[in-house]
């Protein structure tokens, strides 16, 4: 793997399906009653956070707590950033402090980027969630809880996505969600469909690997998955759609739309949802929605991908009898 | 003065001459002129042009002296090979008074390296609510011609109306930022494949085109001038050849890096290449070409603009916007026009000082290299290679896209009425 983790586009095929293999592993200590390794213990991680995301922060946190690595977490809000320092200067200083690796959530497309790229730091940079740009982990989260769903826990190990049919609804024009999980989807083998509005399908998405139709139920019977953007209400402001109601008719997931999908196929949400806007809540609150799931699963997933960029080259195997020797280590 | 005789340069590319300079101006075009006490620069293989003239720069001062000054700027001007430039209006305060567009152009009399005609605001502070004072910045000692809010665009179409009529009292030229203002909300870059990966928001195409559509029909309409700046687009450079054929009176001009440079680069997040009007597609390069080359465009010209170190050494969403480029434009045409074969020497000449002077309606400027003219001159060695270094830039700003990239083409020589600002590629 490379030393960052910046879109889902610096993930191969192998190492996509090693960071899902390494969060299996993960996923197991969070069944033990001590759900801690010492693997990064001595390391610093910083959550350094530009826009508010409590979700995404905690979710990194806990991670990189149950690998032992110290946590700092920088917030922009009241801190020199409010002051008009730069990321420049703010990276300047975590170098001097020591950091391993840096998790940058912010408002600007290319930030963490440029941080990787412009020399200020040494350490890890681990996007978070960038501007309109991209969500790598939240792409892994969910290609992880697709697998475990369509594929199996155990039997899913060292497989991937191919020949699976994902449908991607809603913003996809301002989704950094979407954006990853197309890139992760396609080099995991998955054909992807995404459903929106044209006002809300960005002008060059022909370059995209993926299938574009402003159809969802013409799309929903052919999907295993089905990934439910939110949508923020300011949109209709901007007319990018007329109203809440329309756009809830048109593209929202209700009970009859779901009845529509084949039996397996599952409905997912990155969180926070709009209940009655893209999905219902008869929807929301069914078995078939992973929405829960995806929040356990994200934090087995950045914990792989911390360990994997911070605890060396080892193979998915490797890791594997590591941690069964920590394991070995903490029942002694 | 002293006399200088320049000794075998091929004037606008063609046979080699000699040409002696008496004072200010010309005075011999032949195939041998004895120097007698005359100093004599050996010209052989190098090209001699008209000094060079740019529609526009921006020198920054008044108000961001630490990105620019008007030495400094006309400085990097002449080691470029420019005798003129356009300073334009967006400075602090904004050049709309009188006032402040007699100070740029004092400011340009006294660094002595390069003519510095100010432009004018066209509306108050660039706000584009209520025209600015045209006729008293024409009248000022300044003498202004070409008024723009060059940064913003005067989208109120009455206002732009007005401000084309207006202007016809004294030949002046209107000279537009063609940007829908609603349609670039957010934007970052070229609105296509390449944003549509990076996330980043999309400045389109038609924001251009439909400005450009709207003031060549308004310019028709009111039988007045307007320039349009930096053209980007294959669609602008289409509705320039539709309003020329009209007999319209519009006239349009490109950047060197819009000749060059594509929004792929974008993928690096590097603001260097963060530009209004943005990187466009390889497409579009190749119909900004042609079109310089059959004089749809009809000039180059720099949109030299200048920012300090730490409005680029940042993230892509906070960096300022723009890109320093009269110390580089000679070479960049040089590699996009000339050794494209889309452009010969006279061409060039044509396209970077005739042209332009015209536009600006300057005197002494963009003449002919014969006997009696102003002697405002360049020499160029077009068989020069290196690598863009820019701690050898005279500006005060280091923002090129260039660095480290080999160009090719040198300034060795520039001349103006008849006093030498940049000696053997040194700034004297």
Redo the contacts between chains.
């Keep these: 793997m490379k030393h960052h983790l910046i879109s889902a586009a610096d993930l191969t095929r192998d190492d996509a399906v090693l960071i899902l293999d390494t969060a299996e592993e993960m996923a197991r200590v969070a069944d033990r009653p001590i759900k801690k390794l010492p693997t990064l213990r001595g390391r610093t991680v910083v959550n350094l956070f530009y826009e508010d995301s409590t979700r995404t922060r905690i979710s990194f946190e806990a991670a990189a707590k149950r690998l032992s690595a110290d946590v700092i977490n920088f917030s922009a809000k009241g801190s020199s950033v409010s002051k008009g320092e730069s990321l420049k200067d703010t990276a300047l200083t975590l170098e001097a402090m020591g950091a391993d690796a840096v998790v940058i959530r912010h408002h600007a497309s290319g930030a963490p980027y440029r941080l990787a790229n412009s020399g200020w730091i040494d350490g890890s940079v681990v996007n978070a969630g960038d501007g309109t740009h991209e969500h790598p982990t939240q792409a892994l989260l969910d290609a992880f809880t697709v697998r475990r769903r369509l594929v199996g826990r155990d039997a899913g190990m060292g497989r991937d996505l191919a020949g699976r049919r994902i449908t991607i609804v809603g913003d996809v024009l301002h989704s950094r969600v979407a954006r990853s999980n197309v890139l992760l989807l396609n080099t995991l083998g998955a054909q992807v469909t995404v459903v929106a509005p044209p006002t809300l399908v960005p002008i060059g998405v022909e370059s995209w690997p993926c299938e574009v139709s402003y159809d969802l139920d013409a799309v929903l019977p052919k999907s295993d998955a089905v990934m439910m953007l939110r949508v923020q209400r300011e949109r209709m402001n901007a007319a990018f759609f007329p109203t809440e109601r329309e756009y809830a008719r048109r593209y929202g997931l209700n009970g009859d739309r779901m009845a529509r999908m084949p039996e397996h196929a599952v409905v997912m949400h990155p969180g926070p949802m709009n209940r009655g806007m893209e999905i219902t809540a008869e929807v929301a609150d069914s078995d078939r929605c992973t929405a829960v799931e995806q929040v356990a699963n994200g934090v087995s997933i950045r914990m792989a991908v911390l360990y994997l960029l911070l605890g060396g080259n080892e193979s998915a195997a490797a890791h594997t009898s590591r941690t069964d020797a920590v394991r070995t280590e903490e029942t002694e | 003065m002293s006399k200088i005789l320049i000794r075998g340069a091929g004037i606008l590319g063609g046979r080699p001459q000699d040409v002696l300079i008496d004072g200010g101006t010309i005075a011999e075009v032949a195939d041998t002129i004895e120097p007698g006490d005359a100093a004599v620069v050996e010209a052989a293989g190098q090209i001699l042009l008209p000094g060079l003239v740019d529609l526009h720069t921006h020198l920054r001062e008044p108000g961001r002296e630490d990105s620019e000054t008007v030495l400094t700027g006309t400085r990097a001007a002449a080691a470029g090979g420019y005798t003129a430039v356009h300073a334009m209006a967006n400075t602090f305060p904004v050049a709309d008074t009188a006032g402040v567009v007699e100070q740029v152009y004092r400011l340009g009399k006294e660094s002595g390296y390069c003519d510095v005609q100010p432009v004018g605001a066209v509306t108050v502070g660039l706000a584009g609510k209520q025209l600015a004072e045209l006729g008293a910045m024409h009248d000022s000692a300044a003498g202004v011609k070409v008024f723009s809010d060059d940064g913003k665009c005067v989208d109120d179409t009455v206002i732009m109306r007005r401000a084309l009529e207006y202007v016809k009292a004294f030949d002046g030229v209107i000279a537009q930022h063609a940007q829908e203002p609603r349609l670039t909300e957010g934007a970052?870059m070229n609105?296509?494949?390449?944003?549509?990966?990076?996330?980043?928001?999309?400045w389109?195409a038609v924001a251009e085109e439909s400005i450009i559509a709207r003031d060549v029909l308004l310019a028709a309409h009111v039988g007045s001038r307007v320039h349009i700046c930096h053209l980007s687009t294959a669609g602008s450079v289409e509705i320039v050849r539709w309003a020329k054929s009209k007999g319209w009176n519009v006239t349009a001009e490109v950047t060197p890096h819009h000749l060059l440079l594509t929004d792929e680069l974008v993928r690096?997040?590097?603001p260097v290449y963060k530009v209004n009007p943005p990187l466009r597609t390889a497409t579009d390069v190749m119909a900004l070409r042609e079109a310089l080359a059959d004089g749809t465009i009809d000039c180059v010209a720099t949109d030299h603009a200048p920012h300090p170190h730490?409005d680029k050494?940042?993230?892509?969403?906070?960096a300022a916007m723009g890109m320093v480029g009269l110390e580089t434009a000679l070479s960049v045409v040089q590699e996009t026009m000339v050794e494209t074969g889309l452009l010969d020497w006279a061409g060039v000449a044509d396209r970077m000082s005739f042209r332009p002077a015209r536009i600006g309606r300057l005197e002494g400027h963009g003449r002919p290299v014969s006997p009696g003219e102003p002697a405002n001159l360049v020499l160029v060695d077009p068989a020069y290679r290196g690598a863009v270094d820019p701690a050898d830039f005279a500006s005060r700003s280091r923002n090129t896209p260039y660095k480290g990239r080999e160009l090719p083409g040198r300034v060795t020589h520039t001349f103006l009425r008849g006093r030498a600002t940049v000696v053997d590629g040194k700034l004297t």
Excluded: F, K, N
């Design positions: 970052q609105e296509g494949i390449v944003s549509a990966e990076l996330g980043l928001g999309g389109p690096t997040y590097d730490e050494d940042c993230e892509w969403g906070a």
